[in-house]
T-cell receptor
Framework: KAGVTQTPRYLIKTRGQQVTLSCSPI?????VSWYQQTPGQGLQFLFE???????NKGNFPGRFSGRQFSNSRSEMNVSTLELGDSALYLC?????????????FGPGTRLTVL | AQSVTQLGSHVSVSEGALVLLRCNYS??????LFWYVQYPNQGLQLLLK??????LVKGINGFEAEFKKSETSFHLTKPSAHMSDAAEYFC???????????FGKGTMLLVSP
């Protein structure tokens, strides 16, 4: 069974631009969570989607948004990029919603904002 | 809100030595606790988790962790380090709503020959 895939793996953008990251969960998994990883703040929860509905949202500004499609694939969007948005963005999938269920992580998308 | 503290951003051991990575969580009833490992340029992989029951939890790659409620700790150990264990390790806990994970800052394990 294929693991969680994230595209693209690396991305370079400039301040003020917007970016869309994609995550394909493991087949059969219906929940997708997104995390931001930075050296200073560590791993921080962004949001969780289950059955195309956002179930939880972390403490991030409205510039960060996401969605989930009927095939469980998910995208996250960051508008008006800031230098501080440079990070590794990790996607994790699980069979059902809720962090008690084992989450399988993708390799991440490394976003650099110049 | 749940918080997780990992003592030591870097831990260095020699190959064959005991590995001990420390994790303390803020009191929460009941806690669900996890250890993840992250190799360079990869995502996180679950090593082990504690939910209920036995306080000594065995995971993959020879790692284990012991839940100690009185000390609010969940330290990760491995009797004998291997070069392939060099990676970053994260301790995590469920928040009180059981919906999201709170991660520690991570501990980089360095293994020397």
């Amino acid at each position: 069974k294929a693991g969680v895939t994230q595209t693209p793996r690396y991305l370079i953008k400039t301040r003020g631009q917007q970016v869309t990251l994609s995550c394909s969960p493991i087949s059969g998994h219906r929940s997708v969570s997104w995390y931001q990883q930075t050296p200073g703040q560590g791993l921080q929860f962004l949001f969780e989607y289950f059955s195309e509905t956002q179930r939880n949202k972390g403490n991030f500004p409205g510039r960060f948004s996401g969605r989930q499609f009927s095939n469980s694939r998910s995208e996250m969007n960051v508008s008006t990029l800031e230098l501080g948005d440079s990070a590794l963005y990790l996607c994790a999938s699980s069979l059902v919603a809720g962090a008690r269920n084992e989450q399988f992580f993708g390799p991440g998308t490394r976003l650099t904002v110049l | 809100a749940q918080s997780v503290t990992q003592l030591g951003s870097h831990v260095s051991v020699s190959e064959g030595a005991l590995v001990l990575l420390r994790c303390n969580y803020s009191s929460s009833v009941p806690p669900y606790l996890f250890w993840y490992v992250q190799y360079p340029n990869q995502g996180l992989q679950l090593l082990l988790k504690y939910t209920t029951g036995a306080t000594l939890v065995k995971g993959i790659n020879g790692f284990e962790a012991e839940f100690k409620k009185s000390e609010t700790s969940f330290h990760l150990t491995k009797p004998s380090a291997h070069m392939s264990d060099a990676a970053e390790y994260f301790c995590a806990a469920l928040n009180s709503g059981y919906s999201t994970l709170t991660f520690g800052k991570g501990t980089m394990l360095l293994v020397s020959p």
